[in-house]
């Protein structure tokens, strides 16, 4: 089962974890990527995360993310967090669509009745009333000409904005603002400078515009146009910015945990087609990575993990059926996972990089 799971350490994190285990580890942020249906790899992991790891927590933990990493941490944040992350799992894999090419409207309408299955009625309070995890959520918030919501204006900024972002990530700050709508008591955003980093306070009304607008892809979602407590929109998705986030060195005590579905990082949306912005896990000294191993990705069906690509590609029940295989394999990282923190070798299998 070891062979399933891949884990990388800074040597700070390697030696904390090292003297005391992984249960009493001094975790203080958890990321999580965007990447739509990739999430359904880590479905089962979250649970063991939630169920065994981060409810050990002795102090606040900030949950950082964007798109699919913020509705994750939203079931993470739940008083029982493996049956939100159920919930979640079960209302994605089986989301259906009136065509294969839906409107953006009938895909956003869509992912608010997702949330709101896995959150459940009181899910949206108990996210908000609570004070051990603190969650901040990435937006992306278009300005200029990037500011069109629908049609070839929309078009038009983004292929403005994707060919600004091949000359330097840098200037993707001309056409966007990263707003992280955040728990209360949440004073600062980790790993986000620049891009006139904006807080906005979550409440029961703002919380599930925020975590669709994380989400909201361009062209194939509806843009949030206005949030309650935040400037006027057009909000995109986080991903934008921050796809799997710059990871730079911090002086925070505590250690960072970054579970995902490859040890490749990719800092915005729009470097997905730039190979050389794409690197491996960064020598963060307080870094936890964890990600299915190349040989677990490689015997999945199709020898890969789940992506948007496969609503195009696959019938509606032939993606179903890949996705529950994927699912079901998943649970091979989960157990790898459980069996390591169980064990008396925390540092078993790990890169020390």
């Not at 900030?62 to 008083?79: F, Y």
């Not at 006027?232 to 505590?254: E, Q």
């Not at 470097?271 to 050389?276: H, I, N, S, T, V």
Request: negative net charge; charged residues 20%.
């Amino acid at each position: 089962m070891q062979d399933a799971i891949s884990i990388f350490m800074g040597r700070r994190a390697a030696a904390t974890i090292s003297e005391s285990g992984w249960r009493s580890a001094p975790f203080s942020t958890v990321i999580g990527a965007s990447g739509g249906p990739k999430w359904l790899i880590l479905s089962e992991l979250d649970q063991v995360l939630g169920r065994e790891l981060l409810s050990c927590a002795a102090q606040p933990v900030t949950l950082l993310g964007s798109s699919i990493g913020t509705w994750r941490h939203a079931c993470l944040s739940q008083p029982d967090p493996a049956a939100a992350i159920q919930r979640l799992q079960h209302a994605y894999l089986y989301q259906e669509y009136a065509s294969a090419r839906p409107a953006p409207q009938e895909v956003s309408q869509v992912a608010e009745l997702m949330l709101k299955e896995a959150l459940g009625p009181e899910g949206v309070c108990a996210l908000i009333q609570q004070d051990r995890f603190r969650n901040a959520i990435i937006t992306a918030r278009a300005k200029g000409i990037a500011r069109g919501s629908d049609g070839l204006p929309l078009l038009a900024g983004m292929t403005t904005a994707m060919t600004l972002n091949a000359l330097s990530r840098r200037n993707l700050e001309i056409l966007f603002d990263r707003v992280a709508f955040c728990h209360e008591d949440l004073e600062a955003v980790p790993f986000a400078t620049g891009f006139n980093t904006q807080r906005v306070a979550l409440d029961e009304h703002n919380l599930i515009p925020a975590l669709k607008a994380s989400g909201a892809i361009p062209l194939l979602m509806r843009c949030e146009a206005s949030i309650s407590g935040a400037p006027r929109g057009p909000y995109w998705d986080g991903g934008i910015i921050d796809y799997h986030f710059t990871l730079a060195a911090s002086t925070d005590p505590g250690l960072v945990l970054y579970p995902h579905f490859r040890s490749q990082l990719t800092a915005g949306w729009f470097d997905k087609a730039l190979r050389w912005r794409t690197r491996e896990a960064p020598a963060l000294d307080n870094l936890v990575l964890i990600c299915p191993s190349e040989s677990f990705l490689a015997d999945l069906p199709f020898g890969k993990i789940p992506d948007r690509g496969d609503f195009r590609a696959l019938p509606p029940a032939e993606r179903v059926a890949y996705w529950e295989t994927c699912v079901r394999e998943s649970a091979r990282l989960a157990e790898a996972f459980h069996n390591l923190i169980d064990g008396d070798e925390p540092l078993r299998g790990v890169t020390v990089l």
